[in-house]
Structure formats: structure tokens, C-alpha cells
């Protein structure tokens, strides 16, 4: 089935590195792709998004591209801040019928200091 | 305009009481999902509704586990004779044909 894989953390960056979080996935056909994003004590966000094979979704810094030859969506930013601090989650949303439902994985923490 | 409110926010429960779970999407959302996120896990899909019929229900773990939606409104996620491995955050999450949008969950904690 369906499945998502992400890298494991906890990731520890000082303020101003470069960020990138793996994910890779498996599916047939051609899903869509998110990065949810969960702030210390706030429900889930979404970051971005792609919706088709080398479609790049970007928001607040953060990029990711839609890689099918590699079946990747990797999260990158140039520069992280203290604010970045949160649970990180890639999902997909098999691209069969009306249900969306989302299959995740199991979220990367990512920790900023000063 | 307002998000998806869940209900209550915390519950703490004897094992083998039951439990219900309240969601309120965003207005005019048609699809309505419930998911549940395991301490150290990731989040597990448990049913779909469109509208108030749930063509998906294949993520109920099991027959304790049941959900109902009102028209294309609120929804309770009922559980019984709850168990401790029931113990989660329940996430709710609404779209109209874009992407879901998630409620701040429900802490069930079973002793």
C-alpha cells in the first residue's frame, strides 16, 4: 500500500543553517504531496504542497519539490529561525477518487537554537 | 473565519467507559476526516465522511470504535468500552476539495 517515509529526528540546528528533511514515499499513480507543520501546542498547519511531478510548493522560506524519478519530496530552507522550532510531517493523498484521505509519516521534530 | 473546533480538548476516562469525540468543520466543508496520532507515531486515518455518509471507514481499528455526522456539520467519534491502548490525540480535519485543514485534537487519556 501507500506508505510515506521521512527521517527520524530530533534535528538540533543553529539559527541561520540549512534545514532539509527527507521524504520519500511509495504510491500508485500520481499523489499529491504535503508538509504539515505542528507548533509547540498548536494543532497541524499546512506548509505547502505539490500537486504533480516536479511542482516546487513553497511557503514561509520553506521549499519542497515534487520529485517522481526519485519518489521524494524533501523539505529545505536556507536559513532557519528559533521560530521554525515545531514537528514537521509529510503526507500524500492518494490520487484515487473523492477520498483524500491522508497517509503521513511519522513527523521529524526540529529544534532551533540561538 | 473560524477553523475546526474540536471537543473537549482533554479527556480522562476509566477504561470500559465510553467516550465521544465532538468536531465542527468549516462551513461549507464537505469532506470530513478523523485521524488518530499515537504518543511517538504518526497519524493513523480512521474514517471519511462526504457529506453525512462515511464511504471509508476502513481505518476503524475495531467495533468499539464508530462515528456519525450531521448533514454537512458536526460529527462525534464514539468509542466504547474504552481501552488503554486508545489512548491518543484525535484529530479532525475538514476540506472542500483543497487541502485539509485540522482541528487542535483531543487528548484521550484512558487509566
Known amino acids: 500500500g501507500d506508505s510515506v517515509t521521512q527521517m527520524e529526528g530530533p534535528v538540533t540546528l543553529s539559527e541561520e543553517a540549512f534545514l532539509t528533511i527527507n521524504c520519500t514515499y511509495t504510491?500508485?499513480?500520481?499523489?499529491?504531496l504535503f508538509w504539515y507543520v505542528q507548533y509547540p501546542g498548536e494543532g497541524l498547519q499546512l506548509l505547502l504542497k505539490?500537486?504533480?511531478a516536479d511542482d516546487k510548493g513553497s511557503n514561509k522560506g520553506f521549499e519542497a519539490t515534487y520529485r517522481k524519478e526519485t519518489t521524494s519530496f524533501h523539505l529545505e530552507k536556507g536559513s532557519v529561525q528559533v521560530s521554525d522550532s515545531a514537528v514537521y510531517f509529510c503526507?500524500?493523498?492518494?490520487?484515487?477518487?473523492?477520498?483524500?484521505?491522508?497517509?503521513w509519516g511519522l513527523g521529524t521534530s526540529l529544534a532551533v537554537n540561538p | 473565519g473560524a477553523g475546526v473546533s474540536q471537543s473537549p480538548s482533554n479527556k480522562v476516562t476509566e477504561k470500559g467507559k465510553d467516550v465521544e469525540l465532538r468536531c465542527d468543520p468549516i462551513?461549507?466543508?464537505?469532506?470530513l476526516y478523523w485521524y488518530r496520532q499515537r504518543l511517538g507515531q504518526g497519524l493513523e486515518f480512521l474514517i471519511y465522511?462526504?457529506?453525512?455518509?462515511?464511504?471509508?471507514k476502513s481505518g476503524l481499528p475495531s467495533d468499539r470504535f464508530s462515528a456519525e455526522r450531521t448533514g454537512e456539520s458536526v460529527s462525534t467519534l464514539t468509542i466504547q468500552r474504552t481501552q488503554q491502548e486508545d489512548s491518543a490525540v484525535y484529530l479532525c480535519?475538514?476540506?472542500?476539495?483543497?487541502?485539509?485543514?485540522f482541528g487542535p485534537g483531543t487528548r484521550l487519556t484512558v487509566l
Open positions: 504510491a500508485t499513480g500520481y499523489p499529491s
Open positions: 465522511f462526504q457529506g453525512n455518509s462515511a464511504p471509508d
Open positions: 503526507a500524500l493523498e492518494p490520487n484515487a477518487g473523492n477520498n483524500r484521505k491522508l497517509i
Open positions: 462551513s461549507g466543508h464537505t469532506a
Open positions: 480535519a475538514s476540506s472542500f476539495s483543497g487541502p485539509q485543514y
Open positions: 505539490a500537486t504533480k
